[in-house]
């Protein structure tokens, strides 16, 4: 059966649904498309079932750690299967909230596997969307605009293929209903460090293997800094400058071996467990799209500054365009993409604008260039930092190791880049993507009344210590 829609939306992700929502407010039919369960990977198998978890790991922590707050709990056991149990209760309260949304919009769901196909008797241009349905029905969807929004899957390393036991992805480790007295995590990006960081809570030995020469390569040094500083203090082995070597991991005695190059040297790692969290592919490929015009270089679909492809009616948001991928940013996308479509005036996000968060212990937080994209881009810039150990509200929590990091450009002033480390510094980092778009300059973030006690005065001291001028410290 054939049916017609303004918009036909490929992905039931962030990204996709919140374009569908927006596109049912502006008045136009929508379907929306998901193979799976709506929500896609950051409701199902990423973000919120992480931070579940992590959640679990920082409670049972300061469990362990109450008697130092005059807290007497006696032994403080794990059950880390009714952390599972509270993670899948949320994750499924969640996704009736997503379900709910959409019979709110009257969105049309069809759950199944989504083609694009090419010019037809149906659809005169490319774009039209066969879905395989769930119940073994078809359907052919055929809409005025097409938006791509199919997420990624985890990245996986040659020669080291994941079994789902002792070789796991990301999307495994969510399921784990034992844990292993030992893991060996490949990657010291986002994943990695959240994993290492909660299962070091959990009681796991931890080891990371990093192939850069710092873990968070992409955050500012300072950042990578302290937290290896911090893991270490932990326990938590970093090995950095590493690089795997293909078709070393042997699976034996109920543990995993693998070899790895490290500053010119082969070194063996054992474990009963290896995680694998080297990124993700975006899902690119496999959608039709050899049946349009639309560009996929290594599974990345190409799009302009409109995130329109080649085929001007087909647009692409999200994890499957590449560059950033997270769930903010494909939300944001996916609103730009539709009002771009409807003809009003809409920009998607620009990278240095979307903030940056992982949820480790202590959490990381980021918006903008740190010190050395600032140098590279050919800016004079000039840096304010602001410890948590001078804030009173941090001594009260027992939280006190980390510090904020400003960037600014010495010429104009304008905020470049703020970085943090230390507690709750996620929950942060959204004042500063204020500042940044904005254009504010460090001065008037720090004349801002923060209130005391608070974390956010860490903020604040650091964008006056820029110009010298903090307070406290």
Request: a negative charge.
């Amino acid at each position: 059966m054939t049916k017609q829609y303004d918009f036909v939306i490929l992905g039931g992700g962030p990204g996709g649904y919140t374009a569908a929502i927006r596109a049912a407010q502006l008045g136009k039919t929508v379907a929306l498309v998901e193979k799976d369960k709506l929500g896609g990977t950051c409701l199902h198998r990423g973000c919120i079932p992480s931070k579940a978890l992590l959640r679990s790991a920082e409670v049972f922590t300061l469990a362990k750690e109450s008697a130092a707050f005059g807290v007497e709990t006696g032994e403080v056991k794990l059950d880390i299967g009714k952390a599972q149990a509270r993670k899948r209760q949320i994750v499924e309260q969640l996704h009736k909230g997503v379900e709910f949304l959409m019979k709110k919009n009257k969105i049309d769901v069809y759950i199944g596997s989504g083609r694009v196909t090419g010019p037809s008797i149906f659809s005169p241009r490319s774009g039209a969307v066969a879905v395989e349905l769930a119940d073994g029905e078809s359907e052919l969807l055929v809409g005025d605009r097409l938006i791509i929004a199919a997420g990624s899957r985890p990245r996986l390393l040659p020669g080291l293929e994941a079994d789902g036991v002792h070789v796991m992805t990301s999307d495994d480790a969510l399921e784990m209903e034992a844990l292993p007295a030992s893991i060996v995590i490949i990657g010291g990006g986002v994943i990695g460090v959240e994993w290492a960081s909660m299962l070091n809570d959990f009681g796991v030995d931890v080891t990371i293997v990093e192939y850069e020469n710092r873990l968070l390569p992409q955050e500012d040094a300072d950042i990578s800094r302290e937290l290896e500083r911090l893991f270490k203090k932990r326990g938590i082995k970093a090995v950095t400058g590493a690089k795997v070597l293909a078709d070393t991991a042997a699976v034996a005695d109920g543990g995993v071996t693998l070899q790895a190059e490290v500053k010119g040297k082969t070194e063996t790692f054992r474990a009963e467990r290896v995680l694998v969290a080297v990124g993700r592919i975006p899902n690119g490929d496999g959608l039709g799209l050899e049946n349009t015009n639309v560009q996929v270089e290594r599974g990345a679909i190409r799009v302009n500054a409109h995130l329109q492809t080649k085929e001007p009616h087909i647009y692409a948001i999200g994890d499957v365009i590449g560059g950033i991928q997270l769930a903010h940013a494909a939300s944001h996308q996916g609103i730009a993409a539709v009002e771009h479509a409807c003809g009003l005036a809409a920009e998607p996000p620009a990278p240095e604008r979307i903030p940056r968060c992982i949820y480790s212990r202590p959490e990381v937080a980021s918006v903008g260039w740190t010190e050395a994209e600032a140098k590279e881009r050919g800016f004079a810039v000039k840096t304010g930092t602001f410890s948590f150990k001078a804030l009173g509200k941090a001594l009260v929590l027992g939280e006190t190791d980390g510090f904020a990091k400003v960037v600014a450009d010495a010429g104009t002033g304008d905020i470049l880049g703020v970085h943090m480390i230390g507690p709750h510094v996620t929950d942060m980092i959204g004042e500063a993507a204020l500042a940044r778009v904005l254009d504010a300059v460090p001065w008037e973030v720090g004349q801002t009344i923060h209130p005391h006690p608070t974390l956010s005065e860490v903020l604040a001291e650091a964008m006056l210590a820029v110009d010298g001028r903090a307070i406290n410290g």
